[in-house]
């Protein structure tokens, strides 16, 4: 059983414990490990959400490894860091989930993806929008009720209540509002396009210089147009919506941590119908979902969408850097 350690205790950590708690309860995994640098936060953290005894502390992400506590990790820290942790977890053979972004930058990321491939570990970032259970009904029937595909629309606004935090102040980290929600969202639309390549980007951002409470981007994905709306500084409904020949799907309230969320097909000239999904908890299918990539033989899979994603926002900050300038 592959034995797995969290770093981070903070928002995401949190999500990733009672992941952990529940596949471990499944039996396909041991949650062995728990890392953070602040030993009062990190025992607030254990009362919390009652982590089991048997789940070790360790005070640095090196002591970790050298303890040999763990086959792979789940890095939950700030975004600046994740090239050199998962760097320094995959030489030690560790397989990784880590936070997205994967990189403030695509060569951040390159560098990530090259130890990985070189450790031949299995490398997979916190996307679990991709494992919502309506989401991955919405792909499955898109064929069937939208046709051809031709637009998609990805809208996430939530006022980030973390407003004087690392991210709000751009200290590692580039984007706020592009990076909390924006990222998540151009994840989504490229894999609901099953397109690794966004092309054509154009962006406005809110204000537009200096920290983004929000953000409008479009993007070519293939011959589908995508439009991705974020912002962190009021709260809408969230919503996806695949148009195509046939019709279109539209996922509503999907965009969080909790897996609920509502399902509709709008066919022309007819009335919405309801699609069912089971609902159940993205972050812990993530989780199974990287087990069983980790256990694969040859368990490096580049996944290409990973690093185009930086390259979208990387694209961003050059048009916004000129548009400022
Ligand atoms: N998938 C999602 O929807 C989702 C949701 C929230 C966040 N995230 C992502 O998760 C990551 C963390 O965000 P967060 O909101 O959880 O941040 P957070 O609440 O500030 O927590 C960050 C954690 O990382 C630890 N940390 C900070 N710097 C570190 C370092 N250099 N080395 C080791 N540990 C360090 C902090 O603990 P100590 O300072 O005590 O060490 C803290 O436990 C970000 O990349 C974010 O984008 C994803």
Same mark, same amino acid.
């Given at each position: #059983?592959?034995? !797995?350690?969290?770093?981070?205790?903070?928002?995401?950590?949190?999500?990733?414990?009672?992941? *952990?708690? /529940?596949?471990?309860?499944?039996?396909?995994?041991?949650?062995?490990?728990?890392?953070?640098?602040?030993?009062?936060?990190?025992?607030?953290?254990?009362?919390?959400?009652?982590?089991?005894?048997?789940?070790? /502390?360790?005070?640095?992400?090196?002591?970790?490894?050298?303890?040999?506590?763990?086959?792979?990790?789940?890095?939950? /820290?700030?975004?600046?860091?994740?090239?050199?942790? &998962?760097?320094?977890?995959?030489?030690? %053979?560790?397989?990784?989930?880590?936070?997205?972004?994967?990189?403030?930058?695509?060569? %951040?990321?390159?560098?990530?993806?090259?130890?990985?491939?070189?450790?031949?570990?299995?490398?997979?970032?916190?996307?679990?929008?991709?494992?919502?259970?309506?989401?991955?009904?919405? @792909?499955?029937?898109?064929?069937?009720?939208?046709?051809? !595909?031709?637009?998609?629309?990805?809208?996430?606004?939530?006022?980030?209540?973390?407003?004087?935090?690392?991210?709000?102040?751009?200290?590692?980290?580039?984007?706020?509002?592009?990076?909390?929600?924006?990222?998540?969202?151009?994840? @989504?639309? #490229?894999?609901?396009?099953?397109?690794?390549?966004?092309?054509?980007?154009?962006? +406005?951002?809110?204000?537009?210089?200096?920290?983004?409470?929000?953000?409008?981007?479009? #993007?070519?994905?293939?011959?589908?147009?995508?439009?991705?709306? &974020?912002?962190?500084?009021?709260?809408?409904?969230?919503?996806?919506?695949?148009?195509?020949?046939?019709?279109?799907?539209?996922?509503?309230?999907?965009?969080?941590?909790?897996?609920?969320?509502?399902?509709?097909?709008?066919?022309?000239?007819?009335?919405?119908?309801?699609?069912?999904?089971?609902?159940?908890?993205?972050?812990?299918?993530? !989780?199974?979902?990287? @087990?069983?990539?980790?256990?694969?033989?040859?368990?490096?899979?580049?996944?290409?969408? *990973?690093?185009?994603? +930086?390259?979208?926002?990387?694209?961003?900050?050059? +048009?916004?850097?000129?548009?400022?300038?």
């Amino acid at each position: #059983m592959l034995r !797995v350690g969290l770093v981070g205790t903070g928002d995401a950590g949190k999500h990733h414990a009672r992941a *952990l708690t /529940t596949v471990a309860g499944e039996g396909r995994l041991t949650w062995s490990a728990v890392c953070a640098r602040d030993a009062k936060r990190l025992a607030r953290f254990r009362e919390e959400l009652a982590v089991p005894e048997s789940v070790a /502390t360790f005070g640095t992400l090196e002591a970790l490894i050298d303890a040999r506590a763990c086959d792979a990790v789940i890095l939950a /820290t700030p975004d600046g860091v994740h090239p050199e942790q &998962v760097e320094r977890a995959a030489r030690a %053979g560790l397989h990784v989930l880590v936070e997205k972004p994967l990189a403030l930058t695509r060569s %951040g990321g390159e560098r990530a993806v090259a130890a990985a491939r070189v450790s031949d570990v299995h490398l997979a970032v916190g996307y679990h929008l991709r494992h919502h259970a309506a989401h991955r009904t919405l @792909l499955a029937r898109t064929n069937e009720l939208v046709g051809n !595909v031709r637009t998609i629309f990805v809208r996430w606004a939530w006022p980030d209540p973390a407003t004087d935090g690392w991210r709000a102040k751009g200290d590692g980290a580039r984007f706020w509002s592009l990076a909390a929600l924006g990222t998540h969202a151009i994840d @989504l639309a #490229m894999w609901l396009a099953r397109e690794d390549h966004a092309s054509d980007v154009a962006a +406005l951002l809110d204000p537009p210089s200096g920290i983004d409470r929000g953000a409008e981007v479009t #993007m070519r994905l293939g011959s589908i147009l995508a439009h991705v709306s &974020v912002s962190v500084a009021h709260r809408a409904v969230s919503r996806v919506i695949v148009s195509g020949d046939a019709g279109e799907l539209e996922a509503t309230g999907t965009l969080g941590a909790r897996g609920d969320g509502e399902l509709w097909h709008r066919a022309p000239r007819q009335a919405p119908v309801a699609i069912a999904f089971e609902a159940e908890n993205p972050y812990a299918a993530q !989780v199974r979902d990287f @087990l069983g990539r980790a256990r694969a033989p040859g368990t490096f899979s580049d996944d290409a969408s *990973l690093l185009s994603n +930086l390259d979208v926002l990387d694209r961003i900050t050059t +048009l916004t850097t000129q548009g400022a300038s």
